[in-house]
């Protein structure tokens, strides 16, 4: 139910009074309501959930958990090699 | 420029995967038992298979964090009874058309003839009473937190345009009173918990650190790829085997710590808490969203008569047991046998986002609590 899926806000418009965007879900394209994003502009990724923004999301805090999950990665194979040696 | 398609997609890397695994298997010393809250990463969990590549202490419970699997009985009675009023068109998401009520389900009642239309958002179900003024049109508004804002956007939007034919029938319910409720419980064997990403996008995590010190436990957002999973059950197993207890963020892509201010306003705009049941657990105070007074007139239980409601469960079922994460679907002696994803006898065996139906889906019938060490 919580199921919120990223995508690309590719145009932002009102309709019936709320503030709608466009939304690329990597090829499909929807409708989302982006009432909760007043500071949201096109180009940004954001988390939509029945057909509701639900936030902005955050390319550098992304960049940054891969990049711990990367050096653990690392420091691994090191402990590997290490064993096997 | 970043590919952020590409760079979200890294969330699925295998390789990260294993090396987030390989840490897990490395620090754990003992048994601790940590309960993912939503339903929608228990599902990601079996999908992807972690749960069999952790070490065999490390035991994932599944928490009762199904909007669907929680809506007491006697609301989807409610339902049945006003989707089978003439001139109603009754709106729903697509999980709650196969649940089990006292007698049938939606799915029954749009086969006999009845209005039961499948939306993607409650806004639809607006647009469906704007095109409709001769019917009344109702959405069953169930959910956590996450679901809150477009449930209220829903309601602030038929007001704006003047729609008198648009009711809801609430079921919301609201995460940080249950984590009480399973932390206070005398059967309650959760060390750790990994908290609802999406709920936390739109509440952050500011009401935690109390409920984190008041029983000692840790408490990690996390996500619903299988890179945030990993990450997510990482953290706590290091807090555990350190002995800390506080609250941390491994979604932090998405969610910080106050959360979105927009969407708790229009939540509070729109509702207020209220005295909850649910589903196989029973009633939790203040554990739930009601509508306030100023929108009375979009309560589809004021609007709709349906007369006394008998309720009626299974007698085989152990749905709340499996939601209060003291057995697991395997232990019913229903499972997969009697009680299957096309003749569901409980709410956790139809929802894309039950415990049952995800154990049926990705073949887990064999392990049981009985199976797992507890020490």
Redesign the interface.
Same mark, same amino acid.
């Given at each position: 139910m919580c199921l919120a899926v990223p995508g690309k806000i590719i145009e932002i418009y009102d309709s019936a009074g709320m503030r709608m965007c466009k939304i690329d879900f990597g090829g499909v394209t929807r409708e989302a309501c982006l009432q909760a994003l007043p500071d949201a502009k096109v180009g940004d990724f954001t988390i939509v959930h029945a057909g509701f923004a639900l936030n902005i999301l955050s390319e550098s805090e992304a960049l940054e958990t891969l990049e711990a999950l990367r050096e653990l990665g690392e420091i691994e194979s090191e402990i590997n090699i290490g064993d096997e040696g | 420029m970043?590919d952020? /398609?590409a =760079?979200?997609n890294? @969330?699925r890397n295998a &390789?990260?995967v294993?090396? $987030?695994i390989? &840490?897990i298997h490395?620090i754990t010393t003992r048994h601790w038992a940590i309960m993912e809250i !939503? $339903? $929608?990463q228990t599902h990601a969990i079996l999908r992807y298979g972690l749960d069999e590549l952790l070490p065999e202490n490390v035991e994932l419970v599944h928490g009762p $964090? !199904?909007? #669907?699997c929680v809506t007491p009985l006697e609301l989807i009675d409610k339902a049945l009874a006003i989707a089978s009023q003439p001139d109603v068109i009754f709106t729903t @998401?697509g999980?709650m058309m196969r649940v089990p009520g006292s007698n049938r389900d939606l799915f029954s009642i749009k086969a006999e003839g009845g209005k039961v239309r499948v939306v993607?958002?409650? =806004?639809?179900a607006v647009k469906i009473a704007a095109e409709n003024p001769d019917k009344q049109v109702v959405f069953f508004a169930?959910? @956590?937190e996450?679901?809150a804002?477009?449930n209220a956007?829903s309601v602030l939007?038929a007001k704006?345009?003047g729609l008198k034919n648009f009711s809801i029938l609430v079921s919301q319910v609201c995460v940080p009173p249950a984590m009480h409720a399973i932390l206070s419980a005398p059967e309650n064997r959760v060390k750790g918990f990994l908290a609802?990403g999406?709920?936390c996008?739109?509440m952050g995590y500011w009401e935690y650190p109390d409920i984190s010190q008041k029983y000692h436990i840790p408490i990690v957002v996390t996500g /619903?790829e299988p %890179?945030d999973l990993v &990450?997510g059950i990482l953290m706590t197993v290091r807090q555990l085997e350190e002995g800390r207890a506080v609250v941390e963020n *491994?979604y932090?892509?998405? #969610?910080?710590e106050n959360g979105?201010i927009? *969407?708790q306003e %229009?939540i509070k705009k729109v509702f207020e808490p209220c005295d909850r049941g649910w589903r196989g657990i029973g009633e939790i105070p203040m554990s739930g969203l009601g509508l306030r007074k100023e929108f009375a007139d979009f309560n589809a239980e004021t609007r709709f008569d349906v007369g006394a409601i008998k309720t009626r469960e299974s007698e085989i079922c152990i749905a709340g047991q499996i939601l209060r994460g003291t057995r697991k679907p395997p232990e019913c002696p229903a499972f997969g046998t009697l009680c299957n994803q096309d003749h569901p006898l409980g709410a956790t065996m139809v929802?894309? &986002?039950g415990a049952c139906a995800a154990y049926l889906r990705y073949g887990r019938s064999r392990t049981g609590i009985s199976e797992n060490k507890t020490s």
């Open positions: - | 970043t952020t /398609f =760079l979200l890294q @969330f &390789e990260l294993k090396a $987030g390989a &840490e490395r !939503c $339903g $929608g $964090g !199904c909007p #669907v @998401f999980d993607y958002s409650p =806004l639809d169930i959910g @956590f996450t679901t804002p477009v956007m939007q704006a345009l609802a999406h709920v996008s739109v /619903f %890179l &990450e *491994a932090s892509r998405v #969610v910080s979105n927009p *969407a %229009l929802s894309s &986002e």
